[in-house]
């Protein structure tokens, strides 16, 4: 299926390594000129020329952290007129409510919620001016069942998930579309270190929380990021037009509602 995205231009974030670089593959793939950001230039570098040399797309690597001013104007100067925005952030330490203070709760807001809106911001109109956009945020699973440890992400998450839904239905009209990927558990250091987290505060190892975890998914198994970056390029896709303001969850069929 062609996806009709060959000469789009993306901003992919956080894609050094995990679900963005997932992504950022996926979009090269597609023939979309990719720009990826990541706050370190080595591990930035080494998948930029990955993609490159997997894709032959063109591949714009851009050092910075993109949670900043700074980091974000570095961004939009390599790739000012982005196609397709795929927000993407490093999500806030596991742990007990009781204690995070008010620069954790901050932080997390700022990153998780404040960043990707304010990345939306200064690229929307662009996108409308051209009759099309595709913005992708990559949430979590947590947005639709909350995980006790990771509060941080449940709330700053679930914030950026209701400002999603109001303004996905304001430019729709226009071709832009806005949609959540929440991904379950997938293949990543991310996994791993809440893993950890998991198993220090039961007492157990985290090898142990792994297979138990594995074996409560319905699919006995973990998922393949490149299996998320599939779904991240399609619904960038001309294809998806019609699909907008919608949170996909990516998690094997482990969520246990109708709805």
């Not at 950001?37 to 040399?53: H, K, M, N, P, S």
């Not at 806005?178 to 987290?197: M, S």
């Amino acid at each position: 299926m062609d996806f009709g995205l060959a000469g789009k231009r993306a901003l992919v974030c956080a894609a050094s390594k995990g679900l963005g670089r997932a992504c950022a593959l996926a979009l090269a793939e597609e023939g979309v000129d990719v720009t990826i950001t990541a706050r370190g230039q080595e591990a930035l570098d080494v998948t930029a020329e990955a993609i490159r040399q997997a894709t032959g797309a063109a591949v714009t690597a851009v050092a910075g952290d993109i949670t900043t001013a700074e980091g974000r104007e570095v961004a939009l100067s390599a790739c000012p007129s982005p196609d397709i925005l795929i927000n993407n952030a490093g999500g806030p330490p596991p742990g007990n409510f009781r204690d995070w203070d008010r620069d954790d709760w901050v932080g997390a807001v700022d990153a998780n919620m404040i960043t990707p809106i304010l990345l939306i911001r200064s690229v929307v109109d662009g996108m409308i001016d051209r009759g099309f956009g595709r913005i992708v945020n990559i949430t979590s699973g947590a947005v639709k069942a909350p995980i006790a440890i990771l509060g941080l992400s449940n709330g700053a998450r679930s914030g950026l998930t209701g400002f999603v839904a109001g303004v996905a239905r304001e430019v729709a009209q226009h071709g832009v579309t806005i949609n959540n990927l929440l991904p379950g558990q997938f293949e990543t250091d991310r996994l791993v270190a809440n893993f950890e987290a998991t198993a220090k505060a039961a007492g157990t190892s985290a090898e142990e929380v792994r297979q138990s975890r594995q074996q409560a998914n319905p699919t006995r198994r973990f998922g393949d990021p490149a299996e998320f970056g599939a779904t991240c390029a399609f619904l960038c896709s001309r294809q998806a037009g019609y699909i907008n303001g919608q949170n996909l969850l990516l998690d094997g069929g482990l969520y246990p509602g109708t709805f």
